[in-house]
Nanobody
Framework: QVQLVESGGDLVQPGGSLRLSCAAS????????MGWYRQVPGKQRELVAT???????NYADSVKGRFTISGDNAKNTVYLQMNSLKPEDTAVYYC???????????????WGQGTQVTVSS
């Protein structure tokens, strides 16, 4: 069983900062990639940022230059540093992980429960 536990969501003012964390636990052989997606009610979930085990990153254009994704391999944890937050960043942020779940390198995708980020004055 694999679990992704997110933390760090909060209510902040425009221009403020937040740091989200997602820790992976359970039975797996390794993590190929982790990332963050966000979703607003009535809209499709969208990619925010991803990072591979090798350190390659990918960002949505809307957050590039403001958000930074990073990981701690020893802790199986991914972070999202969010700076210069805007009201349009308001959403539920979901942690994502693609994990190797067998010694034969079979992979599975997992999602966290989400953490609410609200940017408002």
């Amino acid at each position: 069983q694999v679990q992704l536990v997110e933390s760090g969501g909060d209510l902040v003012q425009p221009g403020g900062s937040l740091r989200l964390s997602c820790a992976a636990s359970g039975s797996f052989f390794g993590i190929n990639a982790m990332g963050w997606y966000r979703q607003v009610p009535g809209k499709q979930r969208e990619l925010v940022a991803t990072i591979t085990s090798g350190g390659s990153t990918n960002y949505a254009d809307s957050v590039k230059g403001r958000f930074t994704i990073s990981g701690d391999n020893a802790k199986n944890t991914v972070y999202l540093q969010m700076n210069s937050l805007k009201p349009e960043d308001t959403a539920v942020y979901y942690c994502y992980a693609r994990m190797r779940v067998t010694i034969l390198q079979m992979t599975s995708d997992y999602w966290g429960q989400g953490t609410q980020v609200t940017v408002s004055s």
